[in-house]
């Protein structure tokens, strides 16, 4: 179309139904979405209330959603209502969540409390003290996405990321046996000494304790962990050989490397390998193990219990880091979800992909 828009694009970190938004001047004019849609931005002239297409349905007629700044202010007003401490409580400051209407540059000056509807506070499914709390974005509201285009012979790394045990390292080993010169993971750093068999450089980087610590203070380590008394991690510098080279990084870390894998510089392709329903990762499991098609799941049988940890786990990482992701891979059978996986990695190379404005420069 030769129609000449608004070039902002935003992905939706958070799901939005203005049929329950207390807030919203007219319901009917509103635009639900759910967190990961991108959205066309419009209109951006009213401070609270934007205008925005879906990016699939341009055709429809544009519809109101919360701008940034309101969606932040009830985020941080659900917050303090959470923790006790109102500090939107004070006689006129409620206003900030008062309704405006479309097309109005500034909400009400402080208008008495009576006429503001406190908002009901979300239940939170997870408790937020724990430190995971920072890990989720300060505040989820909208990020500016562009399409980033394949370009030839430069492979953006590909991070696995799931709960442990759902099967994500066997994902990763796979698509390396499928194509060793194509697919590498980069050689680990750890300060444990070396054991009898092993080859320096080949199982691992072996480093001194101190040098680790110091190279992970200067963030050197796009993820490390501490096992048994000893450190191990992934250097960023390795990740970029790996890409240098011309080769495709695939990367399984535990989910809080997202943070420092998400830069501008490792443009990372984030993939959630989750687990299916509880009675079907049980078949699943059992059925592989029958067969030995399953490495993971060969190497030791899971509890009940630890089921449902896998579970559980998917479920948190999706509520901290669910916006994220370029794409959820649900690893019911093992073919299935490796075939997927081997589709994500070719759609990646020949298709552009909405990513993080920011990396399109
Ligand atoms: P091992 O010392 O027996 O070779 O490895 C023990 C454990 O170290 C592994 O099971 C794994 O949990 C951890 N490990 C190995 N490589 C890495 C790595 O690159 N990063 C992190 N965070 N842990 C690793």
């Not at 939170?124 to 989820?140: G, P």
């Amino acid at each position: 179309g030769a129609q000449r828009e608004s070039k902002v694009r935003v992905r939706a970190h958070f799901d939005y139904n203005p049929d329950v938004d207390p807030y919203i001047p007219c319901k009917e004019a509103g635009l639900a979405f759910q967190r990961g849609d991108v959205l066309h931005i419009v209109a951006q002239d009213d401070a609270y209330w934007w205008q925005a297409r879906k990016e699939h349905e341009r055709s429809a007629r544009a519809g109101l959603i919360p701008s940034r700044a309101l969606q932040e202010r009830r985020i941080l007003h659900d917050r303090t209502q959470k923790n006790g401490t109102d500090l939107d409580s004070k006689p006129g400051s409620c206003a900030s969540l008062c309704t405006t209407p479309p097309g109005s540059p500034r909400l009400p000056a402080s208008s008495s409390t009576s006429s503001c509807r406190q908002p009901k506070t979300k239940k939170i499914m997870y408790d937020l003290t724990e430190n995971d709390d920072f890990d989720r974005e300060q505040i989820a509201t909208y990020e500016e996405v562009a399409k980033l285009y394949p370009r030839p012979g430069v492979f953006r790394p590909i991070v696995l990321i799931g709960a442990p045990g759902v099967g994500r390292n066997e994902l990763r080993r796979r698509l390396i046996a499928r194509d060793p010169e194509k697919f590498r993971s980069p050689v680990p750093y750890t300060t444990r000494p070396m054991r009898t068999g092993e080859v320096a450089g080949r199982e691992y980087i072996f480093v001194a304790r101190e040098k680790m610590d110091a190279d992970i203070e200067a963030g050197k380590f796009v993820e490390h962990g501490e096992y048994k008394g000893h450190l191990y991690g992934t250097s960023a510098e390795s990740v970029k050989s790996i890409v240098n080279a011309g080769c495709v990084c695939v990367l399984s870390p535990h989910y809080q490397a997202i943070k420092t894998l998400r830069t501008a510089q490792l443009k990372p392709f984030l993939i959630h390998v989750k687990p299916p329903e509880l009675d079907i990762l049980k078949a699943t499991r059992t059925e592989a193990r029958a067969k030995s098609t399953f490495d993971e799941a060969n190497a030791r049988s899971f509890t009940d219990e630890e089921f449902e940890d896998m579970i559980k786990s998917a479920e948190r990482i999706d509520f901290l880091y669910g916006h994220f992701f370029d794409v959820e891979l649900v690893n019911g059978e093992l073919v299935n979800a490796f075939e997927q996986l081997v589709q994500n990695v070719q759609r990646l190379e020949n298709e552009p992909v909405w990513a993080p404005s920011m990396w399109v420069q």
